[in-house]
């Protein structure tokens, strides 16, 4: 299994999703159509060719409209411990952000280009703890050292957030699939649930708010990505019954698992 999430998200039909949880910086490279990206702050356009940085810690909507080819674009989820080496061994070398960047679309360096479609070669074979995945890792901290270059992708660098909510959603999505109970989380983290609960509605949260967003995040991924059967996809969530992972997905996204599939897979 990849230690490092990256997805390929395409649709022959106009696909929106609402509510879309992002929990890590995404790095969004668009091949064929455009993506729109609606959040708080403003709206964005990333047309074909073109790459856009997504920050972790919000809900966004996204609209997929594909082109005569499709839609079709890499995600790539930054990896957290990987951006740590990195920051560790080249930060005093790399520029500090912010970069002079208006907006969170633009056009790649040539030499970022190159590394990523090395990073999609690299990625199906690494496993965990082999040659493998450091071969990954050199073909992302290329990808990386590529962007730093050019000035481009800043949020890529940014240290992720260390609150509570982040600490949990870490955890929870390291198995996604587990029967987590709040007891767990808070063993984890070295505090007793009642310290976890008050923790949480500080932060304007809570743990079942928490595990939903970190599975739906995971199931849109597999739903769009893949073609595991949707029982198997529910399962790999945590959900027993199929029929409630297919009501939590349209209730977050505003459409089912077979639908989004249908509109990746058929034409309007």
């Not at 969004?28 to 403003?42: C, F, I, N, S, W």
């Not at 965990?128 to 901290?141: C, D």
């Not at 009642?194 to 949260?205: D, K, P, S």
Request: with cysteine; charged share 15%; glycine share 6%.
């Amino acid at each position: 299994m990849s230690t490092l999430p990256l997805y390929i998200f395409r649709s022959l039909q106009r696909q929106r999703l609402a509510r879309v949880p992002v929990l890590s910086t995404l790095l969004v490279a668009v091949e064929h159509g455009e993506k729109q990206l609606l959040t708080r702050h403003g709206s964005w356009h990333c047309p074909p060719g073109s790459w856009l940085v997504i920050p972790g810690g919000q809900e966004v909507d996204i609209i997929n409209q594909p082109d005569r080819h499709g839609y079709r674009a890499w995600t790539l989820v930054q990896p957290q411990h990987w951006l740590q080496r990195l920051l560790a061994q080249y930060g005093s070398q790399l520029p500090a952000p912010p970069w002079q960047e208006t907006t969170p679309v633009f056009r790649p360096h040539p030499d970022a280009v190159a590394a990523l479609q090395q990073l999609q070669t690299l990625l199906p074979q690494a496993e965990a703890g082999t040659l493998g995945e450091a071969r990954a890792e050199h073909a992302w901290q290329g990808l990386m050292l590529a962007l730093a270059a050019a000035r481009q992708g800043a949020d890529l660098f940014r240290q992720p957030r260390q609150d509570v909510r982040a600490q949990i959603q870490s955890l929870l999505a390291f198995d996604p699939a587990r029967d987590w109970q709040a007891a767990d989380i808070a063993r984890h983290l070295a505090m007793s649930p009642a310290t976890l609960w008050r923790r949480l509605a500080a932060e304007h949260t809570s743990f079942s708010t928490l595990l939903g967003e970190v599975r739906m995040e995971r199931a849109l991924g597999l739903v769009n990505s893949g073609n595991q059967p949707l029982s198997d996809v529910a399962a790999a969530c945590g959900y027993l019954s199929p029929s409630r992972f297919t009501a939590a997905f349209r209730q977050r996204f505003g459409v089912t698992p077979s639908q989004l599939r249908q509109q990746r897979d058929h034409a309007a």
